[in-house]
């Protein structure tokens, strides 16, 4: 069992930096691959980022590649999203999830935290 808390959401100007942070309690956190999801306001929930357990494999969205960097520290626990060139579109809540297996696919992750709100003002 993974028990996930994200965190560093917050209402930021278009153009401006934000780095999310997501830990994680249980065992084994470098056994599980990481990935970011977010979802808007009447749309699905979409894949944003994904890192596997020894952070050698890099996953991102066409969306968010160049300016998103997915990121772990396995010696604490935790994940990260830095964030740079925000724009209005990304605007969302932002997700972690925690899976056994290599994918991007949000129903594949068994693990989820509770969101941490994003808010983009152009």
């Known amino acids: 069992q993974v028990q996930l808390v994200e965190s560093g959401g917050k209402l930021v100007q278009a153009g401006d930096s934000l780095r999310l942070s997501c830990a994680a309690s249980?065992?084994?956190?470098?056994?599980?691959?990481m990935g970011w999801f977010r979802q808007a306001p009447g749309k699905e929930r979409e894949f944003v980022a994904a890192?596997?357990?020894?952070?050698?494999?890099?996953k991102y969205a066409t969306s968010v590649k160049g300016r998103f960097t997915i990121s772990r520290d396995n010696a604490k626990n935790t994940v990260y999203l830095q964030m740079n060139s925000l724009k209005p579109e990304d605007a969302a809540v932002y997700y972690c999830?925690?899976?056994?297996?290599?994918?991007?696919?949000?129903?594949?992750?068994?693990?989820w935290g509770q969101g941490t709100q994003v808010t983009v003002s152009s």
């Open positions: 249980g065992r084994s956190f470098s056994t599980y691959v």
């Open positions: 999830a925690a899976t056994t297996i290599w994918t991007i696919k949000s129903d594949e992750y068994l693990y």
């Open positions: 890192i596997s357990g020894t952070a050698t494999v890099l």
